[in-house]
């Protein structure tokens, strides 16, 4: 009704007008003619017009409400959702040009959901068949006869690199996953502690490597409610990040949790490199790298996003402090947990 109203107010106001100047006319011809004009008669003529235009605008609200009904929705199934426009051939090649209109986009939108389908097939499989020559690759340098300083070197170099890969594939692969979150997740209830010893053993060659000593501050009795997959993989972003930034910096990495009432803080702190203040606010935006970017060249600017991403899925929380030249704390927060 308020949508009818407003398409025709300026019809109404026209028709007032023009009411008014019609009586005008009459009078001042009756004034002419010398002939006594009555307000009787004036208040009858713009009574009789005013009935005229309450009938004429309900007749055609009538005929054209559920246009108007429809027009004034929120629409969520566009296609079902399209009365028959009936008394009005506007609103006719209105719902026509509309239908058509949705008809288009759907169709568009249905290729390019196709063709997001086969890129994500295309980088899953193309992923797991990279998976392969680096776990082969990895094999054979733990197999290299070493016999001196520089096939030490040598080797672990190409650890390095292949770790880079590994890392850059897995990240490759869980941006992909993310997209469909829904169909692989799982929640369980799991030992806090076990999880971050897990992770620290999967990098325990970078933390070697980097001189870097991990120091676990989790007490066994915390468990948490997660997905004990998607956690792990976004707690090795951390970590991984962590080790980078504290390499020639700082030889150690704490990871500690308490548990508050219901809630439980998991840290994990360096004493690296820290974030400059002016990047701190966008560490969690896709692609962006920041100041530290330019000094470590391995920075994607995937990482933390695919975190802030994962720990949003799984109804956890996520804060980051640092202190450019001290170092960086993130925390991940569990919330509803309840003690052994």
């Known amino acids: 009704m308020h949508l009818f109203l407003r398409e025709h107010v300026s019809l109404a106001i026209f028709h007032f007008l023009h009411t008014l100047l019609l009586l005008s006319i009459v009078y001042l011809y009756m004034l002419e003619q010398s002939l006594h004009p009555s307000f009787g008669i004036f208040a009858y003529l713009f009574t009789v017009s005013f009935v005229c235009l309450v009938v004429f605008l309900a007749v055609r609200f009538g005929r054209q409400r559920d246009a108007y009904r429809f027009l004034s929705s929120s629409l969520h199934h566009l296609d079902r959702s399209i009365p028959s426009f009936s008394g009005s051939p506007l609103l006719l090649a209105f719902k026509n040009l509309l239908h058509a209109q949705y008809r288009y986009y759907k169709q568009e939108i249905q290729t390019l959901h196709k063709e997001m389908d086969d890129t994500s097939l295309f980088m899953n499989q193309w992923v797991h068949q990279m998976k392969t020559p680096v776990s082969v690759m990895d094999l054979l340098l733990q197999n290299f006869y070493i016999q001196?300083?520089?096939?030490?070197?040598?080797?672990?170099?190409?650890?390095?690199?292949?770790?880079?890969?590994?890392?850059?594939?897995?990240?490759?692969?869980?941006?992909?996953?993310?997209?469909?979150?829904?169909?692989?997740?799982?929640?369980?209830?799991?030992?806090?502690?076990?999880?971050?010893?897990?992770?620290?053993?999967?990098?325990?060659?970078?933390?070697?490597?980097?001189?870097?000593?991990?120091?676990?501050?989790?007490?066994?009795?915390?468990?948490?409610?997660?997905?004990?997959?998607?956690?792990?993989?976004?707690?090795?972003?951390?970590?991984?990040?962590?080790?980078?930034?504290?390499?020639?910096?700082?030889?150690?990495?704490?990871?500690?949790?308490?548990?508050?009432?219901?809630?439980?803080?998991?840290?994990?702190?360096?004493?690296?490199?820290?974030?400059?203040?002016?990047?701190?606010?966008?560490?969690?935006?896709?692609?962006?790298?920041?100041?530290?970017?330019?000094?470590?060249?391995?920075?994607?600017?995937?990482?933390?996003y695919l975190v802030k991403q994962i720990v949003d899925h799984l109804g956890h929380g996520i804060a980051i402090s640092s202190e450019e030249g001290k170092g960086t704390t993130v925390t991940i927060t569990f919330y509803n947990v309840t003690k052994m």
Do not use: C
Not at 188 to 213: A, C, D, E, G, T
Not at 238 to 251: E, H
Not at 265 to 289: C, H, M, N, Y
């Open 148 to 304: 001196d300083q520089s096939d030490r070197e040598f080797v672990n170099s190409m650890r390095e690199e292949l770790e880079r890969l590994q890392h850059g594939l897995e990240l490759a692969l869980y941006s992909e996953r993310i997209k469909r979150f829904a169909h692989d997740f799982h929640v369980k209830r799991l030992p806090l502690k076990n999880m971050v010893n897990h992770v620290i053993q999967h990098y325990k060659r970078s933390f070697i490597r980097n001189r870097i000593h991990p120091i676990v501050e989790i007490p066994e009795a915390i468990f948490i409610e997660t997905d004990q997959k998607w956690f792990q993989f976004a707690l090795s972003q951390i970590v991984t990040n962590a080790i980078k930034y504290s390499k020639d910096v700082s030889n150690q990495i704490v990871l500690s949790a308490v548990q508050r009432e219901s809630k439980v803080f998991l840290s994990v702190q360096d004493f690296g490199a820290g974030i400059p203040k002016q990047d701190i606010g966008r560490v969690f935006e896709p692609f962006f790298t920041g100041m530290n970017g330019r000094r470590f060249r391995e920075s994607t600017g995937m990482g933390l």
